[in-house]
């Protein structure tokens, strides 16, 4: 479905090739379900500065993190429904999760398991989608939820992921982090922490700065900056 709602059917391979799929609506609405903690909703996000809309949380989790891939440049939600005829000769639709768009011009598409697994139905579904986007030069993942730690951390620096959060600061901080340094001396280092924190926060978010995420964030972690040293 394009940006002005209208839904147009062609074969996949020519919507792979010739579409910016990472621009187009979703082709479904997310319902409400009962029982679910986490509501369907939208995410800012700081890779193509618009909002991208999510059905449920392991599918936000997913935004979140595809947000600060550096390899993604646009990402978007159940923008395309594929559809194929099954063993029994009846059509199967499957709308994959997500879609992004990679920096090599490639694209992407996820589906998202919970913390139980991915469901029979997906699972089997997600064979057909891997060919389908394989033959078009597309990847496939289908993928659950980062260890603990590490979307806990990604969580908490998603929120310093808007621009404003860099207060131009961006130059004295690879600076200051041009060695392996604490987060709290280079804080020390470069000012007031109210006005510095946040900025060293969108540092390690951007990738301007490198830590080890994969434990838990404190003000003693070491990090340094990038060899790029340079925003998204």
Request: aromatic fraction near 8%; charged fraction near 20%.
């Amino acid at each position: 479905m394009d940006e002005s709602g209208t839904e147009h059917v062609m074969p996949w391979l020519q919507a792979g090739r010739e579409q910016a799929l990472e621009e187009c609506l979703p082709v479904r609405d997310f319902p409400v379900l009962r029982g679910r903690r986490i509501a369907p909703g939208w995410w800012w996000s700081a890779t193509s500065g618009r909002l991208v809309h999510y059905g449920f949380g392991a599918m936000r989790t997913q935004v979140m993190m595809l947000d600060r891939d550096p390899k993604v440049v646009a990402l978007a939600c159940r923008p395309v429904e594929l559809l194929w005829r099954g063993r029994s000769g009846k059509v199967v639709s499957h709308a994959p999760h997500l879609v992004a768009r990679l920096a090599d011009g490639s694209g992407l598409f996820v589906d998202c398991a919970g913390r139980c697994g991915a469901g029979r139905r997906l699972v089997q579904r997600a064979g057909h989608v891997e060919a389908a986007a394989l033959a078009a030069g597309w990847h496939y993942r289908l993928v659950g939820p980062p260890r603990p730690a590490v979307e806990a951390n990604v969580r908490w620096l998603a929120d310093y992921r808007h621009p404003r959060c860099a207060g131009g600061l961006m130059p004295r901080i690879v600076q200051c982090f041009r060695t392996p340094t604490p987060l709290v001396e280079g804080v020390r280092l470069l000012g007031d922490p109210i006005a510095v924190w946040p900025a060293v926060f969108h540092a390690l978010w951007a990738g301007v700065l490198s830590t080890r995420l994969d434990s838990p964030l404190h003000e003693r972690a070491v990090a340094v900056a990038s060899p790029a040293g340079v925003e998204r």
